[in-house]
């Protein structure tokens, strides 16, 4: 039996980088029904849902060689659902029935792809609230979220209870939500990937 399961988001990255198909195959467990739920909450389509979550991977699978091991997996992955599912509901704002659901259940253009909705500004947000953070909080959550070690490695390597490394990711995350707020795209899939 393959021990893939047991590697971080960064090993695994670096097998995928060396061709390792199983390494591709982990990942893909990891991330895409987490993928598939977020893009059907949005398109409603669990044809476009799936063809989100393919091409997503297939896009993975041909930059495997320009992902940066040394960087968040993650993040990367964000980067490529984000603009797949944007161009899927550009199409989609050219329905009418597509723009009258906006409507009833999006109260602000959330969708618009403008200032708040832009990934390279929450990206921006996100960086200047991680940097603000106390300075053990802050550490723990670069090592699981951009490091991709586990909770256990985290906790070892700090010498801190897992728990405590759990605690401290909770409070983050919910300090995030708050800062950021829960009414735009790519907060929530920011949200529903990293969580």
């Given at each position: ?14 097998q995928l980088i060396n061709n390792e198909v199983k390494a591709f195959d982990e ?16 398109l409603k389509n669990q044809e476009d849902s799936k063809e989100i979550v393919q ?87 670069q090592l699981s979220r951009e490091k991709g070690l586990s909770h256990q490695e ?42």
């Open positions: 039996m393959s021990d893939f399961s047991s590697k971080n988001d960064k090993q695994l990255v670096s990942l893909f467990h990891r991330y895409g029904d987490r993928l598939f739920r977020f893009s059907f909450s949005l091409e997503t991977f297939y896009k993975i699978w041909n930059k495997r060689n320009e992902i940066d091991s040394s960087k968040s997996f993650k993040s990367f992955l964000f980067t490529v659902s984000y603009n797949l599912i944007m161009d899927q509901l550009r199409l989609r704002l050219k329905d009418k029935e597509f723009r009258q659901f906006l409507e009833v259940n999006f109260k602000d253009n959330s969708f618009c792809t403008d200032h708040s909705s832009d990934y390279n500004f929450l990206n921006h947000q996100i960086s200047e609230i991680i940097e603000k953070l106390p300075g053990k909080r802050k550490k723990i959550f985290i906790a070892e390597q700090l010498g801190i209870s897992v728990k405590t490394v759990e605690n401290q990711i909770n409070l983050t995350l919910k300090h995030m939500r708050q800062q950021l707020g829960r009414d735009i795209l790519p907060v929530l899939l920011f949200f529903s990937l990293f969580l």
